[in-house]
């Protein structure tokens, strides 16, 4: 009776020491903020990740939000105590404004099945340009009319604007500084002269510059010539 006794209790303490066993996901930093980055470049960043529980912690999926985001897992499986890490690399080259990006880690852990790891930040054009288009309203035909477009250059070399070239003959377009440095910008002076034969006046403007991400910027001008 007594041996029965001794085994019910063993068989109990071993049912219950390993019903409480199990791994135990543990993220210091689950969202990063990259600040600024320009159009075009690639984000490296890498998430720490730790096992504190009693049982190994296996790394089932990871799952970025989109193509634009790859991760990659240090170790598939990380064994109680120790650490390992989510290497994240993300390519810019779509984007403008802010950003988001999730990506899903699916584990063994049964209080954290799926964990979401974040990037976010702000996502600059190499070129800047404003306005992005020039509506100059109602034109008397045959008188000219100036208007000014800046371009800035936010990358981190410096940029040769090549040329600017107008679409249409009514457009004329001048720039006296094609050599920008890192954060200087430059004025582009438009002059649009309306035919009297013009109802509507539709053309654009062609930037082209030495950028290998933003070689060439193409502006929209319109107007309503009048009499």
């Given at each position: 009776m007594k041996k029965l006794s001794l085994l019910t209790?063993?068989?109990v303490l071993l049912f219950f020491t390993t019903a409480h066993t199990s791994s135990q996901l543990v993220v210091p930093e689950s969202s990063f903020n990259f600040g600024t980055l320009v159009q075009g470049e690639k984000l490296h960043h890498t998430f720490s990740i730790k096992n504190n529980g009693d049982s190994p912690l296996s790394i089932l999926r990871v799952v970025p939000s989109c193509g634009c985001t790859a991760a990659n897992v240090s170790s598939p499986v990380i064994q109680p105590g120790k650490s390992g890490e989510i290497k994240i690399v993300f390519d810019s080259t779509n984007f403008t404004g802010k950003v988001t990006k999730n990506i899903a880690i699916e584990t063994n852990d049964p209080k954290a099945s799926t964990y979401t790891l974040s990037?976010?930040?702000?996502?600059?054009?190499?070129?800047?340009?404003?306005?992005?288009?020039l509506n100059l309203g109602q034109i008397k035909a045959g008188n000219s009319t100036k208007s000014n477009v800046t371009l800035i250059n936010r990358g981190n070399r410096p940029l040769k604007i090549i040329?600017?070239?107008?679409?249409?003959?009514?457009?004329?377009a001048e720039i006296?500084?094609?050599?920008?440095?890192?954060?200087?910008?430059?004025?582009?002076?438009?002059?649009?002269?309306?035919?009297?034969t013009d109802r509507i006046l539709s053309g654009y403007l062609t930037i082209t510059t030495d950028s290998p991400k933003k070689g060439e910027i193409v502006i929209p001008v319109y107007g309503s010539p009048t009499r």
């Open positions: 209790i063993c068989l990037l976010n930040g702000t996502i600059i054009e190499e070129v800047q340009i404003t306005p992005r288009q040329s600017v070239k107008a679409q249409i003959p009514q457009i004329t006296k500084k094609q050599q920008l440095k890192s954060g200087e910008s430059a004025t582009i002076e438009i002059t649009v002269t309306p035919k009297a």
